[in-house]
């Protein structure tokens, strides 16, 4: 049945699916994650919701979009939704932040069901605009243009915008170019948050959060280069 595979092919490729998403539609996903198996409650519109989630949001040759390719959306199935699902939020806690809704859900599961999209989002913002960043001042020094695509910029709750610190180069240089490779791949204009979160999170191929790795020697920077990759790859 094709729904019922492709949410049962989700937990091997969770965080490549997340990734592929973007930060609002992987809150979304996981949101409905959390409404799956629920005792006496009709599944039908959060799996059709996933499926149009997974369909508009993965590639075609993506090994989860594949399973949706046939099949009936909704046939009965003997699938354990409430048993995947549990897998899934297994496996959140498991990744900690390695994912943009990570930091969220490892803390625990919520006494009063699964966040909601906005909590996620705000939860996610407010760990990144945590971390050192430039105003549009000091970026202009570095001679970045604001507008530049491959830079990622963060709204703030007042309203004004930050600059993530580890983009740019020591020396007032510029970005660094395997950042400006990576935040083009990923689609850091389309995605900021999600992008910065990649960056600023454990990464499990990785074993290190992403930005620490930045200015070591070039076997690093190919390492970061290949693992963004991976998460535009079917796996």
Do not use: C
């Amino acid at each position: 049945m094709a729904i019922e595979d492709a949410i049962k092919a989700l937990p091997e490729h969770w965080n490549d699916v997340l990734g592929q998403l973007g930060a609002e539609k992987a809150a979304e996903l996981t949101d409905l994650i959390g409404r799956l198996g629920s005792p006496g409650s009709d599944n039908r519109p959060v799996l059709a919701r996933i499926s149009s989630l997974l369909v508009a949001g993965l590639p075609a040759r993506h090994p989860v979009r594949r399973a949706l390719a046939g099949g009936y959306l909704l046939a009965p199935s003997a699938t354990d939704l409430a048993e995947v699902a549990a897998v899934l939020r297994q496996r959140l806690q498991a990744d900690g932040s390695a994912t943009v809704v990570g930091a969220v859900l490892a803390s625990g599961p919520s006494t009063s069901g699964p966040p909601a999209v906005s909590e996620i989002l705000r939860a996610v913002t407010a760990r990144l605009l945590a971390a050192p960043a430039y105003s549009a001042g000091e970026v202009r020094a570095h001679d970045v243009e604001l507008d530049d695509p491959a830079l990622i910029q963060l709204p703030r709750p007042d309203g004004g915008v930050q600059w993530p610190a580890f983009q740019f180069a020591p020396g007032r240089a510029g970005l660094l170019p395997v950042v400006r490779v990576i935040n083009g791949m990923l689609g850091a204009a389309a995605d900021p948050v999600g992008v910065a979160d990649w960056w600023l999170s454990r990464n499990g191929w990785l074993g290190a959060q992403p930005s620490l790795l930045l200015g070591r020697d070039r076997d690093s920077d190919d390492q970061l280069i290949s693992a963004a990759r991976a998460v535009g790859s079917a796996v």
